[in-house]
């Protein structure tokens, strides 16, 4: 066979992008799969996003990550949407198809693939903390996924309102806001609770979810986007309690599965992924 050293690129645009862990858990799967593949991690000024997609399609890269700040700016630099990118409003994923640049987001469809082995989230009743970009990904996504009722819980009341009121108007799905006063109580016909926000996250990992602990019922389902570290506070008390507990990094590894399919069409082994993951946070 004649060599090849020209090498498929993917990767991620962001800034600040130096700490973003991605590249570990994506080449080691390109690695894993005998994939001559590169995942690069590009810091880009907002004011080189155009330049920057120009230059990716200049060099057919197969497609590429945006993080902060650009996943609501790269939009205007794209060719189209997917379905739930356009909901939401925001890309973290950008795909070559032919010669088109789509955007696509794999962070709520990344959090849902990581509870199907729990529970299908098809008619179930969701507590969701945040309203944030992650949570916006995953209500959305836990909506078009069959989801029947949200209730958001967030500290900043626009916010909150912006997020029910997209899931009440663009999905099938019912959304209530709840201002978020002293440790909010899980009622007891819930079936998912999940933290979108970003409290524990390293540094300040002792940092308390203000939830009353003792309404976390046996068989509940209590899923944390923090990927690091993993264990939280609230994974361990849920654990504890007797819940299914899903942490951030399944989260995590699935949008990156899910990048990494849409880019090169194989199936990556997500625990190969995840053990990349594991191996940087250090836990
Ligand atoms: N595992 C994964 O794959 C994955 C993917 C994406 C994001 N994430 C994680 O998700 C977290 C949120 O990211 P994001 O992009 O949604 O951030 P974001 O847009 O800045 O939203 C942050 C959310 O957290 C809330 N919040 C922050 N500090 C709080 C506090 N002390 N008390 C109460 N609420 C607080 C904010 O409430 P207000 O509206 O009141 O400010 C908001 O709802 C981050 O930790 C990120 O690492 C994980």
């Known amino acids: 066979?004649?060599?090849?050293?020209?090498?498929?690129?993917?990767?991620?645009?962001?800034?600040?992008?130096?700490?973003?862990?991605?590249?570990?858990?994506?080449?080691?799967?390109y690695r894993h799969h005998g994939?001559?593949?590169?995942?690069?991690?590009?810091?880009?000024?907002?004011a080189g996003l155009g330049d920057a997609v120009r230059g990716a399609r200049a060099m057919r890269f197969a497609g590429f990550n945006c993080t902060i700040p650009h996943k609501v700016a790269v939009i205007e630099h794209l060719d189209g949407l997917?379905?739930?990118?356009?909901?939401?409003?925001?890309?973290?994923?950008?795909?070559?198809?032919?010669n088109q640049l789509i955007g696509e987001n794999t962070d709520g469809k990344g959090f849902v693939e990581s509870l199907r082995p729990l529970t299908d989230?098809?008619?179930?009743?969701?507590?969701?903390?945040?309203?944030?970009?992650?949570?916006?990904?995953?209500?959305?996504e836990m909506a078009l996924a069959g989801a029947e009722r949200f209730t958001v819980v967030n500290r900043g009341e626009q916010r909150g309102r912006e997020l029910t009121s997209l899931l009440?108007?663009?999905t099938s799905a019912r959304a209530e806001h709840v201002p978020w006063r002293g440790d909010y109580r899980v009622p007891a016909d819930a079936d998912i609770v999940i933290n979108a926000t970003s409290i524990g996250l390293f540094p300040d990992v002792d940092?308390?979810?203000?939830?009353?602990?003792?309404?976390?019922?046996?068989?509940?389902?209590?899923?944390?986007?923090?990927?690091?570290?993993?264990?939280?506070?609230?994974v361990r008390e849920a654990e504890w309690r007797g819940c299914k507990v899903i942490d951030g990094l399944?989260?995590?590894?699935?949008?990156?599965?899910?990048?990494?399919?849409?880019?090169?069409?194989?199936?990556?082994?997500?625990?190969?992924?995840?053990?990349?993951?594991?191996?940087?946070?250090?836990?």
């Open 207 to 234: 940092a308390r979810l203000a939830l009353d602990v003792e309404t976390l019922r046996p068989g509940l389902v209590v899923a944390d986007v923090i990927p690091n570290p993993p264990r939280t506070r609230l």
């Open 168 to 170: 009440n108007e663009k």
């Open 82 to 98: 997917g379905e739930s990118a356009a909901l939401m409003g925001a890309v973290n994923c950008v795909v070559r198809r032919g």
């Open 121 to 140: 989230p098809a008619g179930k009743k969701v507590i969701l903390f945040g309203a944030g970009g992650a949570a916006r990904a995953i209500g959305v």
């Open 1 to 29: 066979m004649a060599p090849n050293f020209k090498q498929e690129l993917t990767a991620c645009f962001g800034k600040p992008v130096a700490e973003n862990p991605t590249q570990a858990m994506i080449e080691a799967a």
């Open 250 to 283: 399944g989260m995590l590894v699935n949008q990156g599965v899910l990048g990494i399919k849409y880019w090169t069409g194989i199936d990556p082994d997500p625990g190969v992924m995840r053990r990349a993951l594991v191996q940087v946070f250090g836990h």
């Open 35 to 46: 994939l001559a593949w590169r995942y690069l991690t590009i810091e880009v000024d907002p």
